[in-house]
């Protein structure tokens, strides 16, 4: 069946950096976009990233633009979030995920990624202090 498993999460202080990983299984991740999005309590689903299959293209939230990085190894079926100079702010559970679409990723208006998926890992916490 279809698995996402995510890691690296953690407590990084302010600035600081973490990478998330993103383990696939169930499926062949050389076909499909990835997404990340992040939960923070009390707050709504933001789409942080997310990267198609056919030509790596990436997509972010103007709120981490500059300091995310998406990347893929499909050898490894992993899908990867380098993020650089953490804030407060970007403390949340990290999700990946994926529709098994076909279409890559979906954006919504301002070409951010879209925070809805038919398929969830179980997230990695990220906590920043300030």
């Known amino acids: 069946q279809v698995q996402l498993v995510e890691s690296g999460g953690g407590l990084v202080q302010t600035g600081g950096s973490l990478r998330l990983s993103c383990t696939v299984s169930?499926?062949?991740?050389?076909?499909?976009?990835i997404g990340w999005v992040r939960q923070a309590p009390g707050k709504e689903r933001e789409g942080v990233s997310c990267i198609n299959a056919k030509d790596g293209s990436r997509y972010y939230a103007d709120s981490v633009k500059g300091r995310f990085t998406g990347s893929r190894d499909n050898v490894k079926k992993t899908v990867y979030l380098e993020m650089n100079n953490l804030q407060p702010e970007d403390t949340a559970i990290y999700y990946c995920?994926?529709?098994?679409?076909?279409?890559?990723?979906?954006?919504?208006?301002?070409?951010?990624?879209?925070?809805?998926?038919?398929?969830w890992g179980q997230g990695t916490q990220v906590t920043v202090s300030s």
């Open positions: 169930g499926f062949i991740l050389d076909y499909y976009a």
């Open positions: 995920a994926t529709d098994l679409s076909p279409l890559g990723c979906f954006l919504v208006g301002d070409g951010s990624p879209v925070a809805e998926y038919d398929y």
